[in-house]
C-alpha cells in the first residue's frame, strides 16, 4: 500500500540553527499538507499546497518557516533559525485533488518528523 | 477561520462499554467532518468521516452523528476493546480558498483508554 514518506524520522538541533524536513507525497496526489503537532494537542496546518502552487500559508510563521514544492510532487519545510517552541511534531500529509463527489478528502499522513530544539 | 472543539480530552471506559466523543465547529460552510484515530507513536489514519448532506454513518462498532443545526457531530464506539485505547481526533473541513481541496481544521484530541 503506498504510504506518504517523510524523513528525517527525528531531528535534534539547537536553537538559532536550520533543520530542513522533507516529504514524498502519495504518487499522483496533487495536494500536500505540512502539519505541525504538539505534544497532546491536535494538528495544526502550516501550509498547504495544490500540485506546486500554495494555496494556503496563513498559519505559516513566515519569518522562519518557508516551504516549497517546486515541481509539484516532493515538499521540503524549513526553519530558520529554530526556536524553542518548535519543538514538535512535523507531520505530512497528502489527498487526491478535486473534492467533487468521488475525492473522498481523505488525508493520508506520513509518519512524521520529531523536531526537539535545545 | 475554523474552530473545532472537542471533548473530552481524556476518557477510561471499561472494555465492552460504549464511548462517545463530540465536537463542535464554527464555520456554518463546512461540510466534511473525519474522525482520526493516532495509536501512541504513530501516523493518524482515518477511521470515518460524514459529509453534510447526511445525518448518521455506521461502520460495524463505529458511528459518527452530524447536527448541522447546532455545528456539532459525534464518535460513538460501541463494545469497545483494549486495541480501541489510542488518541481520536475530530476534523471539520471544506473546500480551501484556492477552491481546490479539503482544508481541515482538527481538534485537540480525546485520550481513550480501554481497561480489560
Known amino acids: 500500500e503506498a504510504e506518504v514518506a517523510q524523513s528525517p524520522r527525528y531531528k535534534i538541533t539547537e536553537k538559532s540553527q536550520a533543520v530542513a524536513f522533507w516529504c514524498d507525497p502519495i504518487?499522483?496526489?496533487?495536494?500536500l499538507y505540512w502539519y505541525r503537532q504538539i505534544l497532546g494537542q491536535g494538528p495544526e496546518l502550516l501550509v498547504q499546497?495544490?500540485?506546486?502552487?500554495?494555496?494556503?500559508d496563513s498559519q505559516l510563521p513566515k519569518d522562519r518557516f518557508s516551504a516549497e514544492r517546486l515541481k509539484g510532487v516532493d515538499s521540503t519545510l524549513k526553519i530558520q533559525p529554530a526556536e524553542l517552541g518548535d519543538s514538535a511534531m512535523y507531520l505530512c500529509?497528502?489527498?487526491?485533488?478535486?473534492?467533487?463527489?468521488?475525492?473522498?478528502?481523505?488525508?493520508?499522513f506520513g509518519e512524521g518528523s520529531r523536531l526537539t530544539v535545545l | 477561520g475554523e474552530n473545532v472543539e472537542q471533548h473530552p480530552s481524556t476518557l477510561s471506559v471499561q472494555e465492552g462499554d460504549s464511548a462517545v466523543i463530540k465536537c463542535t465547529y464554527s464555520?456554518?460552510?463546512?461540510?466534511?467532518f473525519p474522525w482520526y484515530k493516532q495509536e501512541l507513536g504513530k501516523r493518524p489514519q482515518l477511521i470515518i468521516d460524514?459529509?453534510?448532506?447526511?445525518g448518521e454513518k455506521k461502520d460495524q462498532r463505529i458511528a459518527v452523528t452530524l447536527n448541522k443545526t447546532a455545528k456539532h457531530f459525534s464518535l460513538h464506539i460501541t463494545e469497545t476493546q483494549p486495541e480501541d485505547s489510542a488518541v481520536y481526533f475530530c476534523?471539520?473541513?471544506?473546500?480551501?480558498?484556492?477552491?481546490?481541496?479539503?482544508?481541515?481544521?482538527f481538534g485537540k484530541g480525546t485520550l481513550l483508554t480501554v481497561n480489560p
Open positions: 500529509a497528502s489527498s487526491s485533488s478535486g473534492g467533487g463527489e468521488q475525492d473522498t478528502g481523505e488525508l493520508f
Open positions: 504518487s499522483g496526489h496533487a495536494t
Open positions: 499546497f495544490q500540485d506546486e502552487s500554495v494555496v494556503d
Open positions: 464555520d456554518s460552510a463546512s461540510n466534511y
Open positions: 460524514i459529509r453534510s448532506n447526511v
Open positions: 476534523a471539520s473541513g471544506g473546500f480551501s480558498s484556492g477552491g481546490s481541496n479539503y482544508k481541515l481544521t
